[in-house]
């Protein structure tokens, strides 16, 4: 009897279907494994700052990004035991640091050290940079900081003059105007971070760290803002690193000195609502994870006549 294979177009359609169903799960299993692996770590601040703010809205902006996977740690409260404190760096890309307090145990500073070291990310925002003043490795990593012991004898400071950045060796340590809307200017147009962002964009009330201190060793100055001396009548004269490209062994360091919020803050402060902090954190985040940014700009990106924030 000849066989027939009245099914074969069934059979077919369940192969096809069978192939589709493995390709698709296969992609969608691609694109979260491809997923920028976030370690937002916080937990301590001085008085001067409130971490729970802070970090709280960082870990939104960060995870409006759909391509990123935000894992949040939290250290020990200040005075603390720290001893036991050793997060786990293993299949995390980049580590956005949000913390100003105790110091860490031997063992986590040096597996810290070999993550970034190794060519993980990290991205450190405002008074992280105060943080950390006896730690060789974490002040190259952060390039300049300021406040914690960084006196006029802690390396030269960045400043940035028609034509480019120069070190300064005056004395004069950290300080910073009080809050204020000022302007911000990118200095690195063709930067991932930088691309495509307007020239000038003014950021509301916040604190412009000015005399930052350290290394300032492989430091790409990325955009500089001056103290508004018709606003505030203490500031620098010059133009001070705001968001610096910093290199450490292989890994990419996005210093953002942006953020200032403290307790009498609630989540609508606008240092850290406004578009330009979102974007260049989200942006800066990427960029120090994998190298490049494939995030569009959004349309409500401040320019220099007026602050945007959400
Ligand atoms: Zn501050």
Same mark, same amino acid.
């Given at each position: 009897?000849?066989?027939?294979?009245?099914?074969?177009?069934?059979?077919?359609?369940?192969?096809?279907?069978?192939?589709?169903?493995?390709?698709?799960?296969?992609?969608?299993?691609?694109?979260?494994?491809?997923?920028?692996?976030?370690?937002?770590?916080?937990?301590?601040?001085?008085?001067?700052?409130?971490?729970e703010? *802070?970090?709280a809205l960082? +870990?939104k902006?960060?995870?409006?990004?759909? =391509? %990123? @996977?935000?894992?949040? #740690? !939290? *250290?020990?409260a200040?005075? +603390?035991?720290?001893s036991?404190?050793?997060? =786990? %760096? @293993?299949?995390?890309? #980049? !580590?956005?640091l949000?913390?100003?307090?105790d110091?860490?145990?031997e063992?986590?500073?040096?597996?810290?050290?070999?993550? !970034?070291?190794?060519?993980g990310?990290?991205?450190?925002?405002?008074?992280?940079?105060?943080?950390?003043?006896?730690?060789?490795?974490?002040?190259?990593?952060i390039?300049?900081?300021?406040?914690?012991?960084?006196?006029?004898?802690?390396?030269?400071?960045?400043?940035?003059?028609?034509?480019?950045?120069?070190?300064?060796?005056?004395?004069?340590?950290?300080m910073?105007?009080p809050?204020?809307?000022?302007?911000?200017?990118?200095?690195?147009?063709?930067?991932p971070?930088?691309?495509?962002?307007?020239?000038k964009?003014?950021?509301?009330?916040?604190?412009?760290?000015?005399?930052?201190?350290?290394?300032?060793?492989?430091?790409t100055?990325?955009?500089?803002?001056?103290?508004?001396?018709?606003?505030?009548?203490?500031?620098?004269?010059?133009?001070?690193?705001?968001?610096?490209?910093?290199?450490?062994?292989?890994?990419?360091?996005?210093?953002?000195?942006?953020?200032?919020?403290?307790k009498?803050?609630?989540?609508s402060?606008?240092?850290?609502?406004?578009?330009?902090?979102?974007?260049?954190?989200?942006?800066?985040?990427?960029?120090?994870?994998?190298?490049?940014?494939?995030?569009?700009?959004?349309?409500?990106?401040?320019?220099?006549?007026?602050?945007?924030?959400?």
């Open positions: 009897m000849k066989r027939s294979f009245p099914n074969s177009n069934l059979l077919t359609r369940i192969a096809v279907a069978f192939l589709v169903g493995l390709t698709l799960c296969s992609c969608s299993m691609k694109t979260s494994e491809s997923n920028v692996k976030v370690m937002l770590l916080t937990g301590q601040s001085s008085k001067y700052h409130d971490w703010l *802070s970090s960082m +870990e902006h960060l995870n409006a990004v759909e =391509s %990123f @996977d935000v894992v949040k #740690v !939290v *250290s020990p200040q005075g +603390e035991d720290m036991d404190f050793a997060p =786990s %760096f @293993d299949g995390i890309d #980049v !580590v956005v949000d913390y100003e307090g110091g860490w145990a063992a986590t500073k040096a597996a810290f050290k070999r993550f !970034v070291n190794d060519g990310g990290l991205v450190v925002v405002h008074a992280t940079d105060n943080s950390f003043a006896d730690w060789e490795a974490f002040n190259l990593m390039g300049v900081g300021g406040w914690g012991g960084r006196g006029n004898d802690f390396g030269p400071k960045i400043h940035w003059f028609e034509g480019g950045a120069k070190l300064l060796n005056t004395p004069g340590s950290a910073h105007p809050k204020h809307d000022f302007e911000i200017v990118s200095r690195a147009p063709e930067h971070i930088m691309k495509g962002l307007p020239e964009w003014l950021h509301p009330n916040d604190e412009i760290y000015s005399r930052l201190r350290g290394p300032a060793q492989n430091v100055v990325l955009a500089t803002a001056k103290a508004d001396l018709t606003k505030v009548s203490k500031g620098t004269e010059n133009h001070e690193p705001m968001l610096m490209d910093i290199r450490y062994g292989k890994g990419r360091v996005f210093h953002n000195t942006l953020g200032h919020c403290n009498n803050d609630d989540e402060v606008s240092s850290l609502n406004c578009v330009g902090f979102i974007v260049t954190l989200q942006r800066g985040t990427e960029w120090a994870a994998t190298g490049q940014v494939t995030q569009p700009i959004p349309t409500d990106f401040p320019g220099a006549d007026a602050v945007s924030v959400r």
